[in-house]
């Protein structure tokens, strides 16, 4: 079972930006689609975003559309998510998964062949 690492979370002002990181080590995402999910305070894990193997599908929650970007480089293994204008109701664990299935909107986070552990993301108003 492959564990994905994530980076790149931390405290941020609302309307700030950060770059989150999903690593494979010793692995390889070869083939697989990959997508973000996130837990807030209180609230269940939810999809926020995904892309397929090539890297030409994307796909996106409607709460972060147009203010996120999900993006992937297979050469370096690496699955990345920048987020712009984030705000306090961004605020969550996000976490990285892949799925040899496609993974869009409305995928459980349950049905994900593999996951992180998760990086926090915080933003203050």
């Known amino acids: 079972q492959v564990q994905l690492a994530e980076s790149g979370g931390g405290l941020v002002q609302a309307g700030g930006s950060l770059k989150l990181s999903c690593a494979a080590p010793?692995?390889?995402?070869?083939?697989?689609?990959m997508g973000w999910f996130r837990q807030g305070p209180g609230k269940e894990r939810e999809f926020v975003a995904a892309?397929?193997?090539?890297?030409?599908?994307?796909y996106y929650a409607e709460a972060v559309k147009l203010r996120f970007t999900i993006s992937r480089d297979n050469g370096k293994n690496m699955v990345y998510l920048q987020m712009n204008r984030l705000q306090p109701v961004d605020t969550a664990v996000y976490y990285c998964?892949?799925?040899?299935?496609?993974?869009?909107?409305?995928?459980?986070?349950?049905?994900?062949?593999?996951w992180g552990k998760g990086t926090l993301v915080t933003v203050s108003s």
């Open positions: 892309i397929n193997w090539s890297g030409d599908v994307t």
């Open positions: 998964a892949a799925d040899f299935a496609p993974i869009r909107p409305g995928s459980r986070w349950g049905d994900m062949d593999y």
């Open positions: 010793g692995r390889t995402l070869n083939g697989y689609c």
